[in-house]
T-cell receptor
């Protein structure tokens, strides 16, 4: 079993839709959590950190459930420019970051 | 500012050849990382460095060596390339401590025949 698992996708949604991605992690000692976004054949870029209380950045909302070892990302009012692969990232300790395999999103006109 | 740059962008090697990938950052970041990305696997940490002259192993260090002689540069070496090392290699850097954002370079696509 992978240490960080994500919905396999791909998700194909129409513009304006709301879409949610799920991520689970197996190491209960994991300390910090992030969502990165990666466009096709490009480098990953930080989308947002995920805090225990949940956090929101515009159309994006991230939630963390430490008891269930579960992270989510909600995108409201999807735009064509949101099409990308979304990577769930967990920090074990020290500087050891574990990336999930990613969930691909295509927003269709 | 160029951010994080990687050299070369593409490379094809034969089994047993050696090469060095160069990563450079101009953001005065303390921490630097090397990852590889394979289909369906996500990025995996090879080695990282928390400062000039220091390096540490990540999840998949075998077959690779690294050096951080200057703060702005982080080199990844393959002494004897194997087909299993065919991958996309990403370098990243971040400020020291905590959960600072990692800034990634554009990647190096390496094929080992």
């Amino acid at each position: 079993r992978k240490e960080v698992e994500q919905d396999p996708g791909p998700f194909n949604v129409p513009e304006g839709a709301t879409v949610a991605f799920n991520c689970t992690y197996s190491n209960s000692a994991s300390q910090s959590f992030f969502w990165y976004r990666q466009d096709c054949r490009k480098e990953p870029k930080l989308l947002m950190s995920v805090y225990s209380s949940g956090n929101e950045d515009g159309r994006f909302t991230a939630q963390l459930n430490r008891a269930s070892q579960y992270i989510s990302l909600l995108i409201r009012d999807s735009k064509l420019s949101d099409s990308a692969t979304y990577l769930c990232v967990v920090k074990r300790g020290g500087q050891n970051f574990v990336f999930g395999p990613g969930t691909r999103l295509s927003v269709l006109p | 500012n160029a951010g994080v740059t990687q050299t070369p962008k593409f490379r094809v090697l034969k089994t047993g050849q050696s090469m060095t990938l160069l990563c450079a950052q101009d953001m005065n970041h303390e921490y630097m990382y090397w990852y590889r990305q394979d289909p369906g696997m996500g990025l995996r940490l090879i080695h990282y460095s928390v400062g000039e002259g220091t390096t540490a192993k990540g999840e998949v260090p075998d077959g690779y060596n690294v050096s951080r002689l200057k703060k702005q540069n982080f080199l990844l070496g393959l002494e004897s390339a194997a087909p299993s090392q065919t991958s996309v290699y990403f370098c990243a850097s971040s400020l020291a401590g905590g959960d600072n954002e990692q800034f990634f370079g554009p990647g190096t696509r390496l094929t080992v025949l």
